[in-house]
Structures are given as C-alpha cells and as structure tokens.
C-alpha cells in the first residue's frame, strides 16, 4: 500500500510563497506520475501540477508562472514551490500519485493554503 504525507501548508498574505512537499512511502513502482490538487470551498477538486517519472511538468493555466512543481526520485518526494500568492490560490492543496501501467490513484490527506488579502 501507498501512504502519502503532505507538509508546508499554511497562512500567508498575498504576494507570499510557500512550498509544499509530499513524501511517498510503501510499495512505489518506478513508473509513477505525481501532482497537486486543489479544492477550494464550492468548487471541484482540480489539477494545480504535474510531473512525470522522466520530470515532464503541466500546470493549470491559473497558476502558470507562479507555481513550480518538482520532484526528487531518490527520495520519492514532490514539491509545489507557490510564489506570488493570490487569494484565489486558497484550497486543500491534495498531494496524489498514480501508477501510470495501472492508472492507480493514491491520495494524501490534503494540507491547506490559505492567501489573505
């Protein structure tokens, strides 16, 4: 079994940074994609981020620009480098990893942003 933990969620003000990082421990295959959600109050839960196995990355087009995803294999963690925070950026940030052969999903527990004005 995958267990995911996220960190680094918090309260900045607008303009601020934060970076989230998200640990996968249990049985990880080498093929696997991982990202970020988000999910704000009223709205659905959607792609913020997404890296490969081979370190291709995808964005939302909210957050292109701002957000950084990155990802250290060794360690099986990925991180969401947020810069320039608005707060329209406020949600559970959800970490998830999938296994690309099976199409497997696994989630974290979520970790929240929240950006004042």
């Known amino acids: 079994q995958v267990q995911l933990v996220e960190s680094g969620g918090g309260l900045v003000q607008a303009g601020g940074s934060l970076r989230l990082s998200c640990t996968a421990s249990?049985?990880?295959?080498?093929?696997?994609?991982m990202g970020w959600y988000r999910q704000a109050p009223g709205k659905q839960r959607d792609l913020v981020a997404s890296i490969t196995s081979d370190y291709t990355t995808a964005y939302a087009d909210s957050v292109k620009g701002r957000f950084t995803i990155s990802r250290d294999n060794a360690r099986n963690t990925v991180y969401l480098q947020m810069n320039s925070l608005k707060p329209d950026d406020t949600a559970l940030y959800y970490c998830n990893l999938k296994r690309v052969a099976w199409g497997t999903d696994y989630w974290g527990q979520g970790t929240q942003v929240t950006v004042s004005s």
């Open positions: 249990g049985s990880i295959f080498r093929i696997v994609t």
